[in-house]
């Protein structure tokens, strides 16, 4: 057994943080470890990221050329970027092509866990008291939207953790009133800002506060590296509209979807369903009570904050405002979308939890607030536990019935492997990479997402269609085929060439 004083003199500090991180994720995904295929909500996103990976395992592209498997939303061979792909490229490279999805999943679960361990490591420094950081950490993790797309497909928790590692390497210094960047903590923010666009607000927020001194050696030590990640991110988002342009294909969001050119009955929708939908998938209603709290108790006590720590919440406050005001639109059915501003939402938490206790100088005091900071950890904790088991036993939808029939599909063992070169014709599938995803071949759904016309079978035959997947029964033209397999909820054939 260990003693408070080994506990705060970091004998078991350490150990003690890795751990709490540990034993939620754990509780979470006690029973979904090993569920590797694409289910459940926003499953269009989910195969669109492992349809990247697929495209690079046929041999197509490169680092800087990627591309998708359906040819309707990318006729140019499937290029189409969005992201960076540098986690999907690496991933292709493994070899290991039946893992692949279990590989990007437990890569996003590595890097939030790690960068959560991390930051929470940093935040020790600024708090001086391992349980209260520790309480800290249940209320960061205690997001049921970061917990669902922490062990998924999605490069949003994956940015999350790069986020949190790249403040970490300031904050050690922030609440002494001196703030050092690093060249770790640079690139940490950087590859979040390239695998997803958004959080270069991050980016941008600690290139501000580091320059905050004005042009001099030490500003050139300080913050260049993260205004050279900034153009490098600037360079990539260029190259994304020029190359999508080229390759013909407007699938991915590019651009940003302000809120001043919504109308006020599209904004009063988007609210209701961020307000009163989503915000309990977001946070527990006890931690946003407690988070008001908090802002209250800051803006009262901002004077007896460092300078430095109340520049990190001052840029981090408003670019967190400026992103919802440039993709407010997506928050209607895009729950994903908060995770970027959920490093915020942490460094007011620990800004908060900090100053409430190096003010209280009552142990009693001390031990209600560090009670009922865990109280509030263990209910949100709870409540996306809840929201995680309602997630995974929900009934399949549209999009989602293919990844089940897709499961009986790559289950039979009468299935055929297909060359690398097939181009399938999927029927039935109402996304645009659940079935091809799958497969790793290039090809064409139907209904598809956008719904597509009725498949033009002259045509898809004159740009190479090798064969037909049909599911679920879909009506199908008389065509020259063969059947090779079948199972309760597929047909698979080869189209006989004239």
Not at 107 to 129: E, H, M, P, T, Y
Not at 457 to 479: F, K, N, S, V, Y
């Amino acid at each position: 057994m260990f003693s408070e004083h080994d506990l705060e003199n970091g004998k078991w500090t350490k150990l003690s943080l890795v751990l709490c991180v540990c034993i939620i994720l754990g509780y979470y995904y006690q029973d979904s470890f090993l569920n590797i295929d694409p289910r459940g909500i926003h499953f269009i996103r989910q195969t669109d990221s492992i349809a990247f990976v697929r495209f690079f395992e046929l041999g197509h592209g490169s680092l800087l050329r990627p591309g998708i498997l359906n040819l309707d939303l990318a006729p140019d061979e499937g290029r189409a970027a969005a992201e960076f792909p540098i986690i999907y490229w690496l991933i292709s490279k493994l070899g290991a092509h039946h893992t692949h999805s279990a590989t990007l999943r437990y890569i996003n679960l590595l890097l939030v866990a790690a960068g959560q361990v991390i930051f929470l490591f940093a935040a020790k420094g600024l708090l001086r008291n391992t349980l209260l950081t520790m309480a800290l950490g249940t209320w960061m993790l205690s997001s049921s939207v970061l917990a669902y797309y922490s062990l998924n497909y999605l490069p949003d928790a994956a940015a999350y953790g790069l986020v949190l590692m790249g403040w970490s390497s300031i904050l050690p210094n922030a609440w002494g009133g001196a703030l050092r960047g690093s060249a770790f903590g640079a690139a940490c923010l950087t590859l979040a800002a390239l695998i997803k666009a958004p959080a270069s607000m991050h980016l941008v927020a600690c290139m501000l506060i580091l320059s905050q001194t004005g042009l001099s050696q030490s500003w050139m030590k300080r913050a260049m590296p993260h205004a050279a990640g900034l153009l490098l991110c600037t360079a990539w988002h260029v190259w994304v509209n020029i190359y999508n342009a080229e390759a013909r294909t407007t699938y991915f969001l590019t651009h940003a979807m302000p809120i001043w050119k919504m109308s006020s009955n599209e904004i009063a929708a988007t609210s209701d369903m961020a307000l009163r939908y989503w915000w309990t998938k977001y946070l527990h209603p006890s931690i946003w009570h407690a988070l008001a709290i908090i802002l209250i108790i800051l803006v009262f006590r901002h004077r007896g904050m460092p300078h430095a720590l109340r520049g990190v919440l001052t840029w981090e406050i408003l670019g967190s405002m400026a992103f919802l005001a440039l993709f407010f639109p997506k928050l209607a059915d895009h729950d994903y979308y908060f995770i970027t501003i959920l490093p915020t939402i942490g460094l007011v938490m620990l800004a908060g939890l900090g100053t409430t206790w190096h003010t209280i100088p009552a142990k009693p005091v001390r031990a209600i607030l560090l009670l009922g900071a865990f109280s509030l950890g263990v209910a949100g904790t709870l409540l996306a536990r809840t929201e995680l088991k309602r997630r995974h036993d929900a009934p399949p939808d549209k999009y989602s019935a293919t990844g089940a029939a897709m499961r009986q599909y790559l289950s039979n063992p009468t299935v055929p492997e297909l060359p690398l070169d097939a181009r399938v014709v999927v029927l039935g599938d109402a996304s645009p990479h659940g079935a091809l995803s799958a497969l790793g071949r290039l090809g064409w759904s139907y209904p598809g997402y956008p719904e597509s016309a009725t498949p033009d079978w002259e045509t898809l035959r004159a740009q190479g269609a090798t064969h037909i997947l049909r599911l679920h029964g879909w009506p199908m033209a008389e065509l020259p085929c063969m059947t090779l397999c079948s199972g309760p909820s597929f047909e698979l054939y080869r189209i006989i060439q004239p």
